[in-house]
């Protein structure tokens, strides 16, 4: 809690104090009072600055950054070791997002494509830092610290209002285990809830079992919560806050995206909208509901898909 706590005060603040809005066309769509969290409205267009800027924030002087990414942590590495001069190098899979892989070079990370998903990229980039230590070696969910700057998202969000719920997506773990850490300390009667692409439910099925148990594939245009292999200590953390998880199909990831279009005037990527899908699909708690939109970095042919 108090590593949360100090993260607002590292963190670049052009990452924190995102919009959190009630918009009564997108909640009398839903069926009840839904607030969002706007997460894409900085630099990088998703939360994970938050988490990967307080990471590096804590790297020793020399130090160089490698880790895979989808293509929203990379970017945000990127920006955090562009701003405290530190080299970060990012491996994705051959069949990354092309828009976020020229973005991550945009903003001065070093890409390296292989491997046919994002955990063969991952296993490549754990291989550098085994081979060269100068290289640390960062991964989305594993790392306490990028937790707990998402973490923040969670001091937002009770600094602002009471809540009955807060629905999270899930990918590699970090936002929903900062998050849910902070709500239990604060608000425990806070229901968390994670939400997987029914594509894509390793993370979903580690937390119901505890077993880290990697399925052979996964299906979803959701590239961001695309999760093949847990990460354990993502795993044992969310089996600690997390109270629900449920899983949507790509087709309501879509009907969301088209929802967050026409109600909020925002473009969002699969991920991003997750929340929205899960409060249109399941029956979560009632009471006052909120999501983040994590994400916008969408590639052209979704948006057209979503449209």
């Not at 920006?79 to 892989?101: E, I």
């Not at 490549?124 to 100068?134: F, H, I, T, V, W």
């Not at 354990?232 to 953390?237: G, I, K, L, Q, Y």
């Amino acid at each position: 809690m108090s590593r949360i706590e100090r993260a607002v005060d590292v963190i670049d603040p052009v990452f924190l104090r995102s919009p959190l809005v009630s918009d009564d066309q997108l909640s009398a769509a839903l069926g009840r009072e839904v607030l969002v969290k706007v997460e894409t409205v900085n630099p990088i267009r998703s939360f994970k600055g938050r988490g990967a800027d307080y990471f590096v924030s804590g790297l020793a002087a020399g130090q160089r950054v490698v880790c895979a990414s989808a293509g929203n942590f990379g970017q945000a590495m990127a920006y955090a070791g562009r701003r405290r001069s530190v080299q970060v190098r990012v491996y994705t899979a051959l069949s990354a997002n092309p828009a976020k892989v020229a973005r991550m070079q945009t903003l001065g990370a070093e890409i390296v494509q292989v491997g046919a998903d994002f955990d063969v990229a991952k296993d490549a980039a754990r291989e550098l830092s085994r081979q060269d230590p100068s290289w640390v070696f960062v991964e989305d969910g594993h790392e306490p610290a990028v937790a707990e700057g998402a973490g923040t998202i969670g001091l937002e969000l009770l600094a602002a209002t009471d809540l009955d719920a807060v629905v999270l997506p899930v990918g590699n773990g970090a936002l929903i285990t900062g998050v849910g850490r902070l709500l239990k300390e604060r608000s425990p009667s806070t229901k968390v809830v994670g939400v997987c692409a029914r594509g894509a439910v390793a993370m979903l099925e580690a937390w119901r079992t505890g077993r880290v148990e990697p399925t052979t594939s996964v299906d979803t245009i959701a590239d961001g919560i695309a999760v093949r292999v847990p990460v354990p200590n993502a795993v044992r953390w969310m089996r600690e806050v997390v109270d629900e998880v449920v899983a949507v199909p790509d087709s309501a990831l879509v009907d969301a995206m088209r929802l967050a279009a026409d109600t909020l005037g925002l473009v969002l990527e699969p991920s991003g909208a997750a929340g929205l899908a899960a409060i249109a699909e399941h029956d979560l708690p009632a009471g006052r509901i909120a999501t983040v939109l994590t994400g916008s970095n969408v590639s052209p042919g979704l948006v057209r898909l979503a449209a």
